[in-house]
């Protein structure tokens, strides 16, 4: 399986501040059809997760350009600038190149 | 607007069954892929299982740990798609959810609680 090694597990961070959580996978997540499906996702307490970006650095609809992914191959980041109150919580990264499909276990976004 | 809810969580004792249902709304279902992931404080998120449309006559992957136990299925008529759950164990206790093939859009996820 493949292997989504996020780091670091917890962040700390002022209002109005910028931060970046890395992403690595244990093979490359490139598929054959050229696409490279790397998800990044927040999880405030007691919701679903909600879709940042999607395939690397495509941000979802209604996303704040606040948040940016970048990467490729097995090396990926999301960035946050300017961070506000509603971005707390976990973040997580998600492979949906290879089966079975998997997740990083998660980096949570608190306040300093 | 795109909406997935998931029913028919609950408390249940090891060995037994139990069927879960994603009802979809606000989106193309009948081509789209469908996928059931969980969350558990011990596993973290895990994806369990995909089903694709009926061009792929249907085409279902599975994770390890739930092949041979669980099975995806769906309903185009009813926008619909189901998880079988069998054999339960006490490691499949977790939040459930639905999860479409863009992995954008998931429903608010159901409790499965497997204990004696």
């Known amino acids: 399986d493949v292997v989504m090694t996020q780091t670091p597990v917890s962040l700390s961070v002022s209002l109005g501040g910028q931060t970046s959580i890395s992403c690595r996978s244990s093979?490359?997540?490139?598929?054959?059809?050229?696409?490279?499906?790397l998800y990044w996702y927040l999880q405030k307490p007691g919701q679903s997760p909600q879709l940042l970006i999607y395939?690397?650095?495509n941000r979802f609809s209604g996303v704040p350009d606040r948040f940016s992914g970048s990467g490729s191959g097995t090396d990926f980041t999301l960035k946050i600038s300017r961070v506000e109150p509603e971005d707390l919580g976990v973040y997580y990264c998600?492979?949906?190149?290879?089966?079975?499909?998997?997740f990083g276990a998660g980096t949570k976004l608190e306040l300093k | 607007e795109v909406q997935l809810m998931e029913t028919g969580g609950g408390l249940v004792q090891p060995g037994k069954s139990l069927k879960l249902t994603c009802a979809t709304s606000?989106?193309?279902?009948?081509?789209?892929?469908m996928n059931w992931v969980r969350q558990s404080p011990e596993k973290g998120l895990e994806w369990i299982a995909r089903?694709?449309?009926?061009?792929?006559?249907?085409?279902?992957e599975y994770a390890e740990s739930v092949k041979g136990r669980f099975t995806i299925s769906r309903d185009d008529s009813k926008s619909s798609i189901y998880l079988q759950m069998n054999s339960l164990k006490e490691e499949d206790t977790a939040t459930y959810y639905c999860?479409?093939?863009?992995?954008?859009?998931w429903g608010q996820g159901v409790m499965v609680t497997v204990s004696s």
């Open positions: 606000g989106f193309t279902f009948s081509t789209a892929w």
């Open positions: 089903i694709k449309p009926k061009s792929t006559n249907y085409a279902t």
């Open positions: 395939k690397v650095s």
């Open positions: 093979q490359s997540l490139v598929h054959s059809d050229g696409n490279t499906y």
């Open positions: 998600y492979q949906g190149t290879h089966y079975p499909y998997t």
């Open positions: 999860m479409d093939g863009g992995y954008a859009y």
